[in-house]
Structures are given as structure tokens and as C-alpha cells.
T-cell receptor
Framework: AQRVTQPEKLLSVFKGAPVELKCNYS??????LFWYVQYSRQRLQLLLR??SRESIKGFTADLNKGETSFHLKKPFAQEEDSAMYYC??????????FGTGTQLKVEL | DGGITQSPKYLFRKEGQNVTLSCEQN?????MYWYRQDPGQGLRLIYY???????QKGDIAEGYSVSREKKESFPLTVTSAQKNPTAFYLC???????????FGPGTRLTVT
């Protein structure tokens, strides 16, 4: 079964500082990977998926198959980035496995 | 927000009673999902359905049941066999599995 590790429960950074939210997965095949985000009082929503190779709200995520990682990065954190972030790879069937999430807090 | 709705927002039940949570979508999505969200544990998949009249168990299906009689609807029943039913329940849908999933607002169930 797919396992996902998001090692940080809480990540606190200052506004303007770089952000890296870590995600490691266990599936050895070719999973599809997603990052979902939940802002305060809003629904969980897709932030980005690796196959699209897009930058959404300044965030990017690179799939490193050798390290089985899919870390989420942003060069300059903004206050509005404060939210809960979930990494979610596929693997082992037509379903996603969500990590335990990282709460990002951007301080002024 | 539209698209996928869950009702009610809050639900209270006595231990030993079955309870059904509603999930409806008007996105014409084939796939629907039920997750349970507990503090510190992320989202765990309970059941999912890839097409009408078909569904599969997720990682924590024990004590739950579902039906998928219509494309738009995927109700979840929390039975008395579920040992720790108090939780936040999220429903989602996607065009096809696993795809980009669209989430409902959730139902917070409290069983006492």
C-alpha cells in the first residue's frame, strides 16, 4: 500500500522567506502526485498536480523519483499562504493516499 | 461554492444508532469518495465509487456502508459497529478516478 510522509506538522516562516513543505511517498511505480490545500473556513481544494508542471500561486513541486519525494516550494511566502497542506500520491489502485498534512503559518 | 454538497453540517447521535450522511454532486462526475478526517491523521479513505451501482472499500471501511444508486448521490451510513464514529467526514468527487477531487464542506458527526 502507498505510504505518504509529511514530517512537519507545523511549519512557521516569516513573510518573504522561502517555504518548503516536505513529502515522501513509498510507491515504487509511477504515481501521480497532488498537493491539496485547505485555507481557513474553506473547502479542501487542489493546489497543483505534478503532471501539469504548473506554478500555482507561486508554488511549484518537483517529483524526485530517486528520492521518492514531491516537496512543495515557494520562494517568498505570503501571509495568505497560511493554510493546511496535504500531499496525496496515487498508487495501488484508483485512489489517493493523503498525508497527515502540514500546517503552514506565515508570520509578519 | 455549489457543485458538491453535504448535509447536515453538524450531526449528533446516541451511541448504538445508525446514521446516514448525505453527499450530492451536480458536476456530472463518475467517481465519488468518502473520507474521514481526524486531528493529526490527515484524510483516510472509507469508500469510493467509480461508477453507479459499484463501490470499493477504502482503507477504513469497517463499520461503514455506502450505496451508489444515482450518479449524483453517494450516501454514507455510519453503523453502530463503528467503534469511534465521532469525526469530520468529507465527501469528494472527480470526473474519473483518482483525478482532481472536488470536496464538499464536510459533516461533523458527534456520537455520545
Amino acid at each position: 500500500a502507498q505510504r505518504v510522509t509529511q514530517p512537519e506538522k507545523l511549519l512557521s516562516v516569516f513573510k518573504g522567506a522561502p517555504v518548503e513543505l516536505k513529502c515522501n511517498y513509498s510507491y515504487s511505480g509511477s504515481p501521480e502526485l497532488f498537493w491539496y490545500v485547505q485555507y481557513s473556513r474553506q473547502r479542501l481544494q487542489l493546489l497543483l498536480r505534478h503532471i501539469s508542471r504548473e506554478s500555482i500561486k507561486g508554488f511549484t513541486a518537483d517529483l524526485n523519483k530517486g528520492e521518492t519525494s514531491f516537496h512543495l516550494k515557494k520562494p517568498f511566502a505570503q501571509e495568505e499562504d497560511s493554510a493546511m497542506y496535504y500531499c496525496a500520491p496515487t498508487g495501488g489502485g484508483n485512489k489517493l493516499t493523503f498525508g497527515t498534512g502540514t500546517q503552514l503559518k506565515v508570520e509578519l | 461554492d455549489g457543485g458538491i454538497t453535504q448535509s447536515p453540517k453538524y450531526l449528533f447521535r446516541k451511541e448504538g444508532q445508525n446514521v446516514t450522511l448525505s453527499c450530492e454532486q451536480n458536476l456530472n462526475h463518475d467517481a465519488m469518495y468518502w473520507y474521514r478526517q481526524d486531528p493529526g491523521q490527515g484524510l483516510r479513505l472509507i469508500y469510493y465509487s467509480q461508477i453507479v451501482n459499484d463501490f470499493q472499500k477504502g482503507d477504513i471501511a469497517e463499520g461503514y456502508s455506502v450505496s451508489r444508486e444515482k450518479k449524483e448521490s453517494f450516501p454514507l451510513t455510519v453503523t453502530s459497529a463503528q467503534k469511534n464514529p465521532t469525526a469530520f467526514y468529507l465527501c469528494a468527487s472527480s470526473i474519473s478516478p483518482p483525478g482532481e477531487q472536488y470536496f464538499g464542506p464536510g459533516t461533523r458527526l458527534t456520537v455520545t
